[in-house]
């Protein structure tokens, strides 16, 4: 039997009501598969801990995660801690710290799902982030604060290495796609330094992969293709503010933000990777037992997908749509059913 060890990170808002919801399922999944098996350590790095002692990751934190197979992570926010300081104190560490500079955020109409696009189900899409610089690299400073010449500088940073390796890692998951098509996201026009160095480094690129289709799109029109035209659309890569917004519409579109999984990827291995459903804290329903647990399960799958458990990762999703075709749907995509009914249909259709 193959037993992988999960780091189990449930941080903020549903975040830990989810994450147990995908322990329960990958248990089951692993019962039922008979050659898989899997060692959850549950880590309580969230607000509540940075309230009590100060920080979100202790002393020796990250070091500690570094022995994980990978890491399953729910959500991080909290009403009562400054955004910037809880992005910072948890995810961003652990993104940054194990060079995940990829994520991956798939977006299609499960079945059973209703999209508000009229041609929703044209939407299959893959949306590549670049993780790891760029607008979030968190350069930049404040100064003669309170004054009326206070000065706000943030600094995208956008480094050759950086850029082509999104690039390179776009074009094969592109390959690997049946349509093999990659659009270009960026704001060139206006951003005529590190955008225009994304265009020339992508058409360089470009030339190792003659057998995918490409194109070039401007950001702000590309939230109009996804709109209006998207069956144009396979696979996007933009950087990490523009990816970040850009997936969030493609959830949308899709039916949920509750259905849409994240994969933070060190493609080399060196570092585990860390996967997390799309959604956030979501405060608004923390507690109630309504959070869509379907994000996570799809979020489960590409965590199977990278640890090589293809016929696993397939099963899951095999059930996650069985489910959703019967029509077992939380209030989010306008049913009545609550987090732990989807993950017993889920676990009964495994």
Known sequence: MKTYDIAAIGGDGIGPEVIEAGIEVLQALAKADGGLGFRFERFPWSSQLYLDEGHYIPPGGLERLRTFDAIFFGAVGSRKVPDHVSLWGLRLPICQGFDQYANVRPARVLP??????????????????????????????????????????????????????????????????????????????????????????????AKDYPDVEHDRELVDAMT?????????????????????????????????????????????????????????????????????????????????????????????????????????????LGGGATTAQVTGAVIAAL
């Not at 189900?121 to 350069?139: F, H, L, P, T």
């Not at 480094?159 to 390796?165: L, N, W």
């Not at 990827?265 to 959604?279: D, T, V, W, Y």
């Open 112 to 205: 059973g799902v209703k999209s508000p696009l009229a041609n929703g189900k044209d939407i299959d899409w893959v949306v590549i982030r670049e993780n790891s610089e760029g607008e979030y690299a968190g350069m930049g400073g404040r100064s003669h604060r309170g004054l009326p010449i206070e000065v706000g500088t943030e600094v995208a940073v956008f480094t050759r290495a950086g850029v082509e390796r999104i690039h390179r890692f776009a074009f094969e998951l592109a390959r690997k796609r049946a349509r093999r098509h990659l659009t270009l996201v960026t704001k060139s026009n206006a951003q005529r330094f590190g955008m225009v160095m994304w265009d020339e480094i992508f058409l360089e690129v």
């Open 224 to 332: 109009t293709r996804m709109v209006l035209k998207p069956a144009t659309i396979d696979v996007m890569v933009a950087t990490n503010l523009h990816a970040d917004i850009l997936s969030d519409l493609a959830a949308a579109l899709s039916g949920s933000l509750g259905i849409a999984p994240t994969a933070n990827l060190n493609p080399e291995r060196a570092f585990p990777s860390m996967f997390e459903p799309i959604h956030g804290s979501a405060f608004d329903i923390a507690g109630k037992g309504i959070a869509n647990p379907v994000a996570t399960f799809w979020t489960a799958a590409m965590m199977l997908e990278h640890l090589g458990e293809m016929v696993a990762s397939t099963r899951l999703m095999k059930a996650v749509e069985k489910v959703t075709a019967n029509g077992m749907h939380t209030p989010d």
